[in-house]
C-alpha cells in the first residue's frame, strides 16, 4: 500500500508522562505505517519547556497560526510539587493557557458516542457538545494577598491621559482580591464562533451566565451575543430550523440535566472548564471526549480533554502495563488530519482518519476496551486490555479498512 502524502504540515506538540508513551505508540502502529507524516515537531514536555524558558510553547502557537492546524498532547501544568521533581527554574505557565491566549477562540468539547456506554444521565440520547470560551476571565487574572487592613483602590487611566476611579473595597482584616478581564473582540468571536459551529453542526445554541448577579460583567457577554445573533445570524438560524437561546446558568444545569441532548452549550471560560468535566463524566469518561481549539481566524488546535495521567505513568515507570485509554488522543490525531484533508482537498487522508475513528468505536463496541470503561460498558463479551494491546487491536481494524 502506498502511504498517503501531505501536501501542507500540522504542528506536532509533544507532551508529558502516560500521554506521551501513548503519542509515541499511536505514530507508530496507527499513523506512520499509513500517512507519510508531514509535521513540524515542538516539544512541549515539561523537561524542555524548562530547558528554552518556555519560549518553545509560544513558537509552537505561532506556528499553528502559520500551518492553521495544530496536535498537541497533554501536557504538565506546573505546581509546587512539580517545581522539585522537575528541578524547575519557574513556575511556568499552563501551555495551554499560553496558546489559548495567543490565538484566542473557542473551545469546542463532544463526548465521543459508543452505543454500548449509556449516559449517567438516563434521559441523554445525543451528545451535548460544550462550547469553551478560551480567553480571558480567570486564568488570566491578577491576584493579590491581603495582609492586614487597608483599601483596594482602583483606577483606569485611558490613552489621553483621562482616568476613572472604579469601586474598591474596605478590607477590616486580611483578605483576597482577584482582577480580570475580557474584550469585546474576543467575546465577539467567541459568540461568532459558537454561532458558525450551531450552524455548521445544525444543531441548537444555548448560552448561559451568572447576569443576575454579574450586571456588568457576565451581563456584557449576554449583549454581545444577542447584537452578534441579531445582526448577523438571526435570519440563517431560522432557515436552519435551528435556535439561539439565553438563560440564567443556574436554569441552564437543571435543562440540561432534563434535557435528551443534541445541542451545544457556550460557556464562559471557568464555567467551560468545570461544566466539560461534568458533561464528560456523566457520558462515560474524560478519555471519551475531543476537543478542539477554533481561533477567530479558523486555525484549529486539537488535543485530548485530560491531563497526563500521573498515577499511570508512575506505574509504567516501575514496568507495570497500564491500561490507559488512548481514544481522546487518537481522536485528536484524527481531528487534526482530517482538518488538514479538507483543507488541502486530500481526501484520502479524510478517508484514513474516518476509518481509524471506526476502527476505535467498533473495538470498543465488540467489548475490547481500556479498564476505565470497564464499569461502563454494557456488553456480553468484555476484554480488558492493556494499552498498546488495544491500540495493536485498533491497528488490525485500521488495515483491513485501509486494504
Ligand atoms: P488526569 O491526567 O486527567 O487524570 C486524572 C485521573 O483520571 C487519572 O488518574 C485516571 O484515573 C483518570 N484518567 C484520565 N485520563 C485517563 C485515560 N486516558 N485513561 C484512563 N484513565 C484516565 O488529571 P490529573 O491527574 O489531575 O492531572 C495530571 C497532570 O495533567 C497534571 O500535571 C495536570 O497539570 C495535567 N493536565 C493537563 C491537561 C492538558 O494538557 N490538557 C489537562 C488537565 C490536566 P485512575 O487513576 O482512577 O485510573
Ligand atoms: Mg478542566
Known sequence: MNKIKMINPIVEMDGDEMTRIIWAMIKENLILPFVDLNTEYYDLGLVHRNETDDTVTIECANAIKKHKIGVKCATITPNAQRMTEYNLKKMWKSPNGTIREILDGTVFREPIIVRNIMPTVSC????????????????SAKEYKVTSAGCLKAEYLFKNGESENIQGFDFDSEGIIQIMHNKDI???SFARSCFNFALERNMDLWFSTKDTISKKYDHHFKDIFSQVFNNEYADRFKSAGIEYFYTLIDDAVA???RSEGGFIWALKNYDGDVMSDMVSSAFGSLAMMTSVLVSPDNQFEFEAAHGTVTRHYYKHLKGEKTSTNPIATIFAWTGALKK???MDSTNDLVVFSDNLEKSCIEAIEQGYITKDLQNLVVSDKITVMDTESFIINIAKRLKEKMI
Open 340 to 342: 488538514r484533508g479538507e
Open 124 to 139: 441523554w440520547k445525543k451528545p451535548i457538545i460544550i462550547a469553551r470560551h478560551a480567553y480571558g476571565d480567570v486564568y
Open 255 to 257: 435543562r440540561v440535566i
Open 186 to 188: 474576543s467575546i465577539t
